[in-house]
């Protein structure tokens, strides 16, 4: 086989990896969502100063803190634990949101909680 044949094959496998990694995205109940997460909201907790929006798709369950007021840099936080695990989170001062943050949750009840700047909100066991 000559070269110019091997480049037109791995050009072909390329193009065939890029379609079908296209496809992968576009495929239904797994819409991306504004703030990063993956999949379809299943909640959202509202408090005084924001709110947290949970997302699952596949086992996966994921998290965004936003302000109710966004546009100046203040303390935000998300943390998502799944039952058994150890939280994860995200804590800092942002402008528009806190996190992503995902983890593997499976059948299993998570707890979700997010704060910004003095109001916060906790979940108990959800979406089990």
Known sequence: MDKGAIRRRLALGTALLAASGLIALAAPGTAQAAGGCAGRRAATLTFSTGSVQIYRAR????????????????????????????????RGRYVRQAGPV????????????????????????ILC
């Open 59 to 90: 086992g996966y369950v994921c998290a965004v803190t936003r302000p109710e007021h966004p546009g100046r840099r203040i303390t935000m936080s998300v943390s998502v634990q799944a039952r058994g695990n150890r939280p994860v989170t995200d």
């Open 102 to 125: 995902t983890v593997h949750a499976g059948h299993r009840c998570v707890r979700v909680g997010g704060s910004v700047g003095r109001g916060s909100v906790r979940s108990g066991w």
